[in-house]
């Protein structure tokens, strides 16, 4: 019965390295969501799955962003060459179905230096 | 463009008291609205939702209230504790799909 499981949970990046964060969505959710959250703001919506498909990534904020989920249910959101402005909470959340809600897990706080 | 907007940034009140927490939306296509509530360091916990085929729906000491002609949608805690103290986001979707949030509302139950 476990959540969303998000790593790491907090993560420093120099300016220009790559980092990856994982997410590990609730056993059997279909659906599957990124979001970005910057300081004093409500999620932003990144990207979206449905099972391995990659349905929706209109919010990526550029081509430095990229998501996966291989097999349907974990997957990575990487970010390449990271810039100071990519430092916000990456929140991933699974979905059940039907007008039932998101479950988010914990979040990675990435801070770009 | 935010299409979900919780105007006021922070809300304080008396612990026994109600808390009453506001929403407007500007997209008609919604029909799926929520609430969460999030303490700091963690992630969104999802609170109560409602249909847009409703005007209200509670659950315990939370009830949301939807008024679809305006847009609004607002949420009613009472009796407030303190374990209420957290932010409030609202939130909606169109079609059962991506949820667009507010900015939040800070609450602060005081003793």
């Known amino acids: 019965g476990a959540g969303v499981s998000q790593s790491p949970r907090y993560k420093v990046a120099k300016r220009g390295q790559d980092v990856a964060l994982r997410c590990d969505p609730i056993s059997g959710h279909v659906s599957l969501f990124w979001y970005q959250q910057a300081l004093g703001q409500g999620p932003e919506f990144l990207t979206y799955f449905q099972n391995e498909a990659q349905l929706d990534k209109s919010g990526l904020p550029s081509d430095r962003f990229f998501a996966e989920r291989p097999e349907g249910s974990v997957s990575t959101l990487k970010i390449q060459r990271t810039q100071q402005e990519d430092s916000a909470v990456y929140l991933c959340?699974?979905?059940?179905?039907?007008?039932?809600?998101?479950?988010f897990g914990n979040g990675t706080r990435l801070t770009v230096t | 463009d935010q299409q979900v907007k919780q105007n006021s940034p922070s809300l304080s009140v008396q612990e026994g008291r109600i808390s009453i927490l506001n929403c407007d939306y500007t997209n008609s296509m919604f029909d799926y609205f929520l609430w969460y509530k999030k303490y700091p360091a963690e992630g969104p916990t999802f609170l109560i939702s409602?249909?847009?085929?409703?005007d209200k729906n509670e659950d315990g000491r939370f009830t949301v209230f939807l008024n679809k002609s305006a847009k609004h949608l607002s949420l009613h805690i009472v009796p407030s504790q303190p374990g209420d103290s957290a932010v409030y986001f609202c939130?909606?979707?169109?079609?059962?799909?991506?949820?667009?949030f507010g900015a939040g509302t800070t609450v602060t139950v005081r003793a």
């Open positions: 939130a909606a979707s169109a079609n059962d799909y991506k949820l667009s």
């Open positions: 409602i249909s847009s085929i409703k």
């Open positions: 959340a699974s979905g059940g179905g039907h007008n039932s809600p998101l479950h």
